[in-house]
């Protein structure tokens, strides 16, 4: 990836996972995850469908704010990443949102930082109880 799609790929993932009271995707380095796994894993088909995506976003951006995706306001990365999900960006490909999307939350959930400090993480999470009142989950637990 170029330092731009870096950069793209990094508000795409903060602003999907951001950084309220845990950290977020850039801490738990989803981007960098992101391209290990088009470089590494990803067919040249489905990667050319992610960096499409990733494209798209950005020439929304650029064309209706005058600047890149990772320059303008959340509020209008918001609106270009709910066009992008309801698959109403210009010159994306179908799909390619919802798989950049699995693939931030992938990452997320897959890291050092979503194992252990977004979720609790408990290798034995103590005894079972069948009938735990569901209001008083406060975590997702994860082994």
């Not at 489905?46 to 064309?63: F, T």
């Not at 252990?116 to 069948?130: A, H, I, K, Q």
Request: with cysteine; glycine share 6%.
């Amino acid at each position: 990836m170029t330092a731009d799609q870096r950069a793209l790929t990094a508000a795409v993932s903060e602003r999907i996972i951001p950084t309220p009271d845990t950290p977020g995707a850039i801490a738990a380095e989803v981007p960098a995850f992101i391209e290990m796994m088009l470089s590494e894993w990803y067919w040249s088909g489905e990667r050319d469908m992610v960096m499409g995506g990733l494209n798209a976003i950005d020439a929304a951006a650029r064309k209706t704010h005058g600047k890149s995706f990772a320059a303008v306001t959340p509020e209008q990365q918001d609106a270009i990443l709910t066009s992008a999900m309801n698959q109403t960006l210009p010159d994306a490909p179908a799909d390619s949102f919802e798989h950049l999307r699995q693939l931030i939350i992938f990452g997320y959930y897959s890291s050092e930082i979503g194992c252990t400090v977004e979720r609790v993480y408990l290798p034995v999470p103590g005894r079972y109880d069948g009938a735990y009142p569901y209001s008083e989950v406060n975590r997702v637990f994860s082994s």
